[in-house]
Nanobody, 122 residues
Framework: VQLQAYGGGLVQAGGSLRLSCAAS????????KGWFRQAPGAEREVVAA????????YYADSVKGRFTISRDNAKNTVYLQMNSLKPEDTAVYYC????????????????WGQGTLVTVSS
């Protein structure tokens, strides 16, 4: 499966951005999808993950209540709505896929997309 993330950019603290990740290749709807991020000098971390049916969702504590992950299987796309952005949210954001959300939470993704840069200014 090929994944392409887009929608990043520069935003002021308190603002919002919506990231999208389009998938192609293998069947999209049968896989869990997740968003990860990597800030400069830091390790990659999981941000959110969603099961193929959308009934199992995970959020990192740092984004709970601010970020929302969703998916549209008909469009082969997964989204990350980011509200109340903080400077510490600045990172390159990646989407990834795996057979389950638990594998994504364990950083055991099977396919990774190219990242999109999100910069939050103070």
């Amino acid at each position: 499966v090929q994944l392409q993330a887009y929608g990043g950019g520069l935003v002021q603290a308190g603002g919002s951005l919506r990231l999208s990740c389009a998938a192609s290749g293998r069947t999209f709807s049968s896989s869990a999808k997740g968003w990860f991020r990597q800030a400069p000098g830091a390790e990659r971390e999981v941000v959110a993950a969603i099961s193929w049916g959308g009934d199992n969702i995970y959020y990192a504590d740092s984004v709970k209540g601010r970020f929302t992950i969703s998916r549209d299987n008909a469009k082969n796309t997964v989204y990350l709505q980011m509200n109340s952005l903080k400077p510490e949210d600045t990172a390159v954001y990646y989407c990834a896929t795996a057979v389950s959300t638990s594998r994504l939470v364990r950083m055991a993704a099977e396919s990774w997309g190219q990242g999109t840069l999100v910069t939050v200014s103070s």
